[in-house]
Antibody
Framework: QVQLVESGGGLVKPGGSLRLSCVAS????????MSWIRQAPGKGLEWLSY????????DYADSVKGRFTISRDNGKNSLYLQMIGLRAGDTALYYC??????????????WGQGTLVTVSP | DIQVTQSPSSLSASVGDRVTITCRAN??????LNWYHHRPGKGPKLLIY???SLQSGVPSRFSGGGSGTDFTLTISSLQPEDFATYYC?????????FGQGTKLEIK
């Protein structure tokens, strides 16, 4: 069955860095676009970034552009989010999600359980 | 960016009730609207795609409707596991944006 397992979250000071990982299993990872989406405490879902199946195309939300970098290693079935210049406002539960594009419209049809990032002095 | 706005932001109901949540986009998004169910400690779950198509494995008490700018999610007879937060999401154009969520609580 499809599984997405995030890791790498933790407590970091403002200005610090973290690298999140998402390991995929149960499907052909290299066929799918992938995204990172977060939920801040008491807030809704916020899309952050996506990467195409080959890794050649990426995009970011304005809130993280220039600070976060998405990447993938299809040989390791893994998705990454490198985060630098972290701020208190980046405190959130971070999810990786698979984007299903084989039917319209695109959907996020599978999600991980999330990894918690806390930015605090 | 396309904005999608849900209402209400919270809703109290009882097991067996019928409830409807609405989602409005600030421009025509055709049928490119999806609904998700999110329970604490779990990843969100896709319920409805393309405004009205039921995702595989989702119970038939869930239904979606609408097109253009106005959409609905209806749960015909609430079950205990349905008490959660619901999000709409447009995938008409990137960035794909979410509504702010509707928290469905037990009365």
């Amino acid at each position: 069955q499809v599984q997405l397992v995030e890791s790498g979250g933790g407590l970091v000071k403002p200005g610090g860095s973290l690298r999140l990982s998402c390991v995929a299993s149960g499907f052909n990872f290299s066929d799918y676009y992938m995204s990172w989406i977060r939920q801040a405490p008491g807030k809704g879902l916020e899309w952050l970034s996506y990467i195409s199946s080959s890794g050649q195309t990426t995009d970011y939300a304005d809130s993280v552009k220039g600070r976060f970098t998405i990447s993938r290693d299809n040989g390791k079935n893994s998705l990454y989010l490198q985060m630098i210049g972290l701020r208190a406002g980046d405190t959130a539960l971070y999810y990786c999600a698979r984007e299903l594009r084989m039917r319209l419209p695109s959907t996020y049809d599978f999600w991980g359980q999330g990894t918690l990032v806390t930015v605090s002095p | 960016d396309i904005q999608v706005t849900q209402s209400p932001s919270s809703l109290s109901a009882s097991v067996g009730d019928r409830v409807t949540i609405t989602c409005r986009a600030n421009q025509n998004i055709n049928y490119y609207l999806n609904w998700y169910h999110h329970r604490p400690g779990k990843g969100p779950k896709l319920l409805i795609y393309g405004a009205s198509s039921l995702q595989s494995g989702v119970p038939s008490r869930f239904s979606g409707g609408g097109s253009g700018t106005d959409f609905t999610l209806t749960i015909s007879s609430l079950q205990p596991e349905d008490f959660a937060t619901y999000y709409c999401q447009q995938s008409y154009s990137r960035p794909f944006t979410f509504g702010q969520g509707t928290k469905l609580e037990i009365k």
